[in-house]
């Protein structure tokens, strides 16, 4: 069965979620103490920074090249 939203829960005991929303993978955190603010570009993720959380997006660059996260959230 093909589902359209999957999302799974991070085991290293931070609230938030990972999710695969129509092919786009990341994940959601949110964190304690520390704030961030911005938008941060890497070599496999794209990382949307507001407060507290933070939102990982994978690149279409790491899709193509084989380094892409394998079974992500479902």
Not at 25 to 40: C, E, S
């Amino acid at each position: 069965m093909f589902y359209c939203i999957a999302t799974k829960a991070l085991k290293d005991g931070t609230q938030g979620f990972r999710f695969n929303v129509c092919g786009v993978k990341g994940l959601t955190r949110k964190r304690l103490f520390k704030r961030r603010w911005g938008i941060a570009k890497g070599k496999s993720m794209v990382s949307l920074h507001i407060g507290k959380r933070s939102v990982y997006i994978e690149r279409k660059t790491n899709k193509t090249k084989g380094k892409r996260i394998r079974h992500f959230a479902g």
